[in-house]
T-cell receptor, first 114, second 111 residues
């Protein structure tokens, strides 16, 4: 059973397009996250949701819009894709907000902009 | 906000040697310090974590030490094996804040 699952695994698209990445967790966790991992492997937090509510929104262009229909799902929609958006996007979840709770990551979505 | 520095960026060892990766953090209120291992093309996976009320934690061949006064923590891997080759990330957080990750250490274990 995959605890945190993301789709698609690979996404290749043209500059200027709009795309979405979906994430679902079956761990019963309250908090979900989106991270961006660039070519240098740096993991940077983008958003965090707790029980469907946005709690963290780092300095991310407003072309990125997360949506959480319920606490088990956190999707990421990206408008007007740019070359610099090419990266691996990881979804993660944890039980509770911070408080020393381990985060469980999905397998990542590799986004390539042509 | 929190700033986590991680060294070295790459580490090459022979199989059977020990490996040590060090991290420093800036916020003295940080109280949770996990370590993640990311194999090539895979997701980061938690391998060990430590909380600020503990100075050392061990799990088989891996151990983590924490020095709150100096604000640094380290990952120790003994008897390294080729399958330990991966990128290792340290991270720190406090209270309700999310994790701040170090920039990673690529560990290469040669047979």
């Amino acid at each position: 059973d995959t605890a945190v699952s993301q789709t698609p695994k690979y996404l290749v698209t043209q500059m200027g397009n709009d795309k979405s990445i979906k994430c679902e967790q079956n761990l019963g966790h309250d908090t979900m996250y989106w991270y961006k991992q660039d070519s240098k492997k740096f993991l940077k937090i983008m958003f965090s949701y707790n029980n469907k509510e946005l709690i963290i929104n780092e300095t991310v262009p407003n072309r990125f819009s997360p949506k959480s229909p319920d606490k088990a799902h956190l999707n990421l929609h990206i408008n007007s894709l740019e070359l610099g958006d090419s990266a691996v996007y990881f979804c993660a979840s944890s039980q509770g907000r911070g408080l020393g709770q381990p985060q469980h990551f999905g397998d990542g979505t590799r986004l390539s902009i042509l | 906000g929190e700033n986590v520095e991680q060294h070295p960026s790459t580490l090459s060892v022979q199989e059977g040697d020990s490996a040590v990766i060090k991290c420093t953090y800036s916020d003295s209120a940080s109280n949770y310090f996990p370590w993640y291992k990311q194999e090539l093309g895979k997701r980061p996976q938690l391998i060990i974590d430590i909380r600020s009320n503990v100075g050392e934690k061990k799990d088989q061949r891996i151990a983590v030490t924490l020095n709150k006064t100096a604000k640094h923590f380290s990952l120790h891997i003994t008897e390294t094996q080729p399958e330990d080759s991966a990128v290792y990330f340290c991270a720190a957080s406090k209270g309700y804040s999310t994790l701040t990750f170090g920039k990673g250490t690529m560990l290469l274990v040669s047979p």
